[in-house]
């Protein structure tokens, strides 16, 4: 795991509280960036935030930049990132990552952050419902509310999860080896089925 303090030195990051947010193209409807804008606001005008405390972290392809413009706190967009090693140094610069996507099938960028410390807030729908147990690995918002997700946040900010400890649980669920072994049992019960 990478030291979030450095991390941020390296990206230039001062603020006390850092938000990620990434996609293919995180202006796409689907991805929900405007349900994220909303519960930064929502942080900042209802739950004791200063907008100079948090930083929004971007990643991933932009096809409209007016999206950018509404943004309520100070952000960095980072455009596509294509290496593992900026992807590692984006997650472990920041305290959440936020997936506020309508639907996912699975949730990558859920279990990437968690392999890396940071813990992930999305909603409870879809596949982040299987990815996150709720406040031991992440947080899952009520669907589509913005003040849920915005609790989310907060409780990310502050909870006393040892990022070691996410990266275990990834490894315990998702490595080659589990999914491979997974995979074989299911088949052997199927053969013994047929």
């Known amino acids: ?17 850092v938000v990620l947010f990434g996609a293919a193209r995180i202006d796409a409807p689907i991805k929900g960036l405007d349900y994220l804008l909303q519960s930064l606001r929502h942080l900042i ?9 948090l930083h929004l972290l971007l990643f991933g392809g932009v096809k409209d930049s007016a999206c950018l413009a509404s943004i309520p706190v100070p ?38 952050a968690q392999a890396c410390g ?3 807030v999305a909603f409870n729908n879809s596949g982040p419902s299987d990815i996150i147990t709720h406040q ?21 900010f502050h909870a006393a999860v040892e990022r070691r400890e996410l ?24 053969l013994s089925k047929s």
């Open 1 to 17: 795991l990478s030291d979030r303090s450095d991390m941020r030195s390296l990206l230039h990051i001062s603020s006390k509280y």
């Open 45 to 53: 005008s209802n739950m004791g935030y200063k907008a100079e405390d």
């Open 75 to 112: 952000y960095t967009c980072m455009g596509l990132v294509n290496d593992e090693d900026t992807l590692s140094q984006l997650y472990s610069a920041a305290d959440v990552l936020v997936s506020s996507s309508l639907y996912e099938t699975f949730g990558q960028t859920i279990i990437e």
């Open 118 to 120: 940071c813990l992930p």
């Open 136 to 156: 031991e690995n992440g947080y899952l918002a009520e669907y589509l509310s913005v003040e849920s997700l915005a609790q989310g946040i907060d409780w990310a």
């Open 167 to 190: 990266r275990r649980g990834v490894f315990a669920r998702y490595s080659e080896s589990k999914i491979a072994n997974s995979y074989i049992t299911l088949y052997d019960q199927l």
